[in-house]
Structures are given as C-alpha cells and as structure tokens.
C-alpha cells in the first residue's frame, strides 16, 4: 500500500518534470475565422511549446496572420478554443497584453515620433522604466537612432525598433508576423540572430514567414499552413525527411564501369551518366553514407562529390503541389 | 475608465503635432494672423461710435473665429485618425495596455489645448483693436469654446469612423461643417432665413455653438445658455454613441 503511495507519487514527480520540458505555452483548438463569405482560418488546432521558435509558414493570403491574431486577442474566431499562458486571448486580453510582445505585419508608428519616445512610451505603458528602453536599443543597434524620427529609419530599423517595442515588457512569449518581409538579405540574417537571441533568454517565439530559408534556418518546429489549414507540422528536418525523401548525389568520375557498381547499392533508383560523370537518384537518409562506402571500398578516383537535400521548398511544393511563390 | 499612458500619450502627440510643417503654424499662427489683419484691416475704417454699434466686427467676428479654429481642429482630428488608421498605427497602439478610449481621448485633447491656446493668442493680440472698455470674459469664452470643440470633435470622429480613406476626411469634413456655418444664425439672424433654411439652422449644432459663444462673449450668464449646452452635450454624446458602434480600428 505505501510502496503503491509512493510509487504514484514518484510517477506523479516525474510527468511534472516531463510537462516542464514539454508545456504548451499556446494551445490552439479547433479555431474558425471567416470574413462574409471567405473562410481565411479552418478547424486550425495546434500547440507551441514553452522555449521554441515556432513558424506558421504558407504563402500570402493562407490565414497565417489571422490565426495569430486570434491568439494575440485582436481578433474573435469563430468558433474553437485558444489558451495564451493560461488565459483566454480575448476575454482576457488585458491580462494577457503584460506577459506578450506583439509585432504586426505592416505596422506603422507616428511618422515623427522619435526612436526613444516610442520606448519611453510603450515602457510607461508596461510600468517600466525608460532605462530598460535605452538598454535594449544598444542591444538591437539603435543606439545612434535615438533622436531619429520614424519615418527617417531604414526599413531595417524600423523592424528593429518594433522588436524593442516587443520585448520592452520581458514578455514570456513574443509574436513576430512576417518580420523580415521587404528586407535585403543582410538585414533579414541580422534581424534572424535577434530573434535567436530572443530564445537564448528563455522566451517562446511565435512566428509567421512566406520565406522558407527563413522557418528553416530559424524554427526548431514549423506548422505549414494553406487556403486557412494545417497541412502538417514538425521540425524542418523531419518535415523533409518524411515529405521528400528522394536525395540525389552528383559524382566526378571518369570510370564508365562505375555505373553497374553504384546500381547495386541500396536504395539507388536511377544512375545516369553525363560527360562528367553519374548522378545518381534515390530515397532515405542512408544513401549518401551508402555511396561514400562503395566509393571508399572500391577506391574509386572521383573528383567531386555533391549532394543536393531537399529543403522546406520542396516539402511545400510537395503536400500542396504547387510552389509557395505562386 | 483606466487612462493609463494618457498623459503620456498626449504630450508626445503634441510634440508630433507641433512637429508637423504646418503644425504649429497652421493652428496657432494663421488663425491668430488673419485676425489681426482683419481687426486692422476693418477696426482702423471705424469710428468708435460706429464699432460699438457694429454688432458684426463687435461680436461675430469674435465668434466666427473661434469657430474657424474649431473647425480647423476637427479637420485636422478627422485626418490624423484616417491617416493612423491607414498607416495601421491604430491598430499598433490598440495591441498594447492602452485602452481604445485612452488613445481617442489623448487626441481631443491635444485638439482643446491647442484650441485654448490659439484663442488666448488672438484674444492677447486682438486687445490692441478693440475699444478700450469692453470686458471679455476671457475665461468663460475659453471654456464656451472648450465645450464648443469637444463637441464638434465628436462630429469629427463620426467622419473619421465612417471616411474609407485618408484622403477623404478633410473634404467630407469641410462640405458638412462649412455649411453649418452659414445657417448658423451668425451672419444671417435665424428670424431671417427661409423657413427650410431655418429648421436646417435648428438641428445643426454649430448654431447652439454660435449663440454660446456670442452670449458669453457679450457678457450672458451661463443661465442664459443651458439650452445650448445641452444642445452641444446631446451631439457629443450622440455622435459618440454613433462612433463606438462603427468605428474601424484598421
């Protein structure tokens, strides 16, 4: 009897410790959102977990910044249920707004208000300090842009500032929509090791991208989503490998004997050969180390060795056949 | 009503207000200059005897530039609430603790601070044109014309609820609010005008403005003018009533 007691209290111990690792900071349940007669979110239902970059990816239109709106409480479903660290987002929402930081797709400030007025603003607002303002503009690079209007900043910098305005509060859980949209690409990789940065001090990141380069580089777990459905959701990596197993090798070598060799390896479908030498189509994460042993084994001289993986892109272009820049 | 940020909110709304390229000028400056040109222009063409007759230059002039400075104020309302709506501003502030009414009222007012201001300005240099002797209650016309403004403004918002861009509020707002000027009973006694022109003049709440601010300028108690109070109070809170049901956050 006391053995049982304990043994139920050890269990109970131990699902505590595995639900810290793995808690849901945003549940998403059966959501619904139509605008008259378009239906822009479908029985959407899924979880964000506590300390993970979270991407809901799709192209233009799929419903992606509806269904976060929904969760930042801006806007009412339908019908479903959402959970924000607890709270319900719309009923709740001035409960919620303390503990969330919101960045909105295509927002605007004050044409000519000042980079630190609008951190002093949004931190009197949290009940902060103006100090934490000026701390976090050093941190993003702001610093020299303090006395610079709105309207004068880069478009970088004006994606910079929002996240300041976002994370002025020590938010738990920071929303970003479409973040690097309009960016060049130097911009775009400084604002990705922002977001990192965000997630190495133990907040949640909840995310919407059209760029798959983005959600693969910076999402540990992604949520494809199209015409206001989930298709399907998992790391990038897993994604690929369940979506697009294929793997193709290209080799340098000039053996034309080589073909017969590389056919019987597991898992080859297709051998072709070219002035240069063979590529060789397949399926499953073993045939690159597969070749690579065959090559070694048989000394094969090759001069080049190239893998091409399938990305998120192709997975895209997989489960909804057509490609996201349609 | 929790109006956390209001302040706040409000006096950088000001600075960016004053910032503006017409700004501070477009309010304050103009207003005040034309008035002073006008009174020049006008007062030096009087004798004495005939200003104190001259019930016009003696109390409508007054009145019709305050008005003109409402006016002027509810315009400039109705355009920046499109302009943030547009710009989706609004809807930045509104994903923050501060309350949809915290961010509307900050903006009325900045609206009556630089209302009361630009009437003190024309009344501090107005002073030099009119005969020495006639005792305007600065204060009581600044609080008519506070009470005036607001519920203009609130005429205002109903246009910027309603506008679909931007670029339509000023215009719309001129073509509603000039022409209440005209039936305001302000050049035109009410008695004078056609009879559709007269009931016109009736429902429109510029004329409660125009007899406010005439009365109180000449002297009236404010006994003398609850029914215009109450007139200018019934539009606030009607067109405010209108507002809150259809008013767009982006």
């Known amino acids: 009897m006391l053995r049982h007691l304990v043994s139920t209290v050890k269990d109970a111990v131990e699902s505590d410790a595995a639900d810290m690792s793995t808690r849901p900071v945003i549940q998403v349940s059966g959501i619904r959102k139509t605008y008259s007669s378009t239906v822009a979110v479908d029985e959407v239902s899924f979880e964000v977990i506590d300390g993970e970059i979270f991407g809901l990816i799709g192209p233009n239109g799929a419903g992606k910044t509806t269904t976060m709106e929904c969760i930042e409480g801006l806007r009412r479903p339908d019908h479903g249920t959402i959970s924000v660290l607890g709270l319900d987002p719309f009923r709740q929402v001035y409960e919620l707004q303390p503990r969330i930081g919101i960045q909105l797709q295509q927002a605007q400030l004050q044409k000519r208000i000042k980079v630190w007025e609008a951190l002093s603003l949004w931190a009197s607002l949290y009940g902060k300090k103006s100090e934490d303002g000026e701390l976090l503009l050093k941190q993003l690079g702001l610093a020299e842009k303090r006395n610079t209007w709105f309207m004068d900043l880069s478009g970088g910098q004006k994606q910079r500032l929002f996240i300041a305005l976002a994370l002025i509060n020590d938010p738990a859980l920071v929303f970003l929509d479409e973040l690097t949209t309009g960016l060049d690409p130097q911009s775009r990789r400084v604002i990705w090791d922002l977001v990192r940065g965000i997630r190495e001090r133990g907040k949640t990141v909840f995310l919407t991208t059209h760029l798959m380069e983005e959600a693969e580089r910076l999402c540990d777990r992604v949520a494809i989503m199209e015409r206001g459905r989930i298709i399907d959701i998992d790391t990038p990596a897993r994604l690929v490998t369940r979506h697009c197993p294929e793997r193709t090798v290209i080799i340098g070598l000039d053996d034309p004997s080589a073909e017969e060799t590389f056919r019987k390896v597991p898992q080859v479908e297709e051998v072709t050969r070219s002035d240069l030498g063979f590529t060789i189509r397949g399926r499953g994460e073993d045939l690159v180390s597969d070749l690579i042993r065959c090559i070694s084994e048989n000394r094969m001289r090759v001069t080049n060795f190239r893998t091409i993986i399938p990305n998120l892109e192709d997975v895209f272009l997989k489960v909804t056949g057509h490609s996201i820049r349609d | ?250």
């Open chain 2, 1 to 250: 009503m929790n109006l956390r940020g209001l302040w706040t909110l409000t006096w950088v709304e000001l600075k960016i207000f004053l910032r503006e390229p017409l700004g501070a000028l477009g309010t304050i400056v103009i207003p005040v200059l034309v008035f002073v040109l006008l009174g020049r222009g006008v007062g030096k063409r009087l004798d004495p005897s005939e200003l104190a007759t001259s019930g016009f230059l003696h109390v409508g002039l007054p009145v019709l530039a305050s008005l003109l400075i409402a006016i002027s104020s509810v315009l400039s309302l109705a355009t920046i609430v499109s302009i943030y709506r547009e710009g989706g501003i609004l809807k930045r502030l509104r994903a923050t603790p501060l309350r949809p009414t915290t961010i509307l009222t900050a903006h009325v007012l900045v609206k009556l601070l630089l209302t009361a201001t630009t009437l003190c300005v024309m009344v501090l240099a107005g002073k030099r044109y009119y005969p020495v002797g006639v005792h305007v209650p600065v204060f009581n016309f600044t609080l008519a014309l506070i009470i005036s403004t607001w519920s203009i403004l609130s005429i205002g918002f109903l246009i910027a609820s309603t506008v679909p861009t931007a670029r339509f509020a000023q215009p719309v707002g001129a073509i509603i609010l000039y022409p209440m000027v005209a039936v305001s009973g302000l050049f035109v006694p009410l008695e004078s005008l056609p009879p559709a022109m007269r009931a016109l003049g009736r429902i429109t709440p510029l004329t409660y403005a125009v007899s406010l601010l005439g009365g109180i300028w000449k002297g009236d108690p404010w006994s003398a003018h609850w029914t215009d109070v109450a007139a200018l109070v019934l539009t606030f809170v009607v067109c405010t009533a209108i507002s809150a049901k259809v008013f767009r956050w982006e």
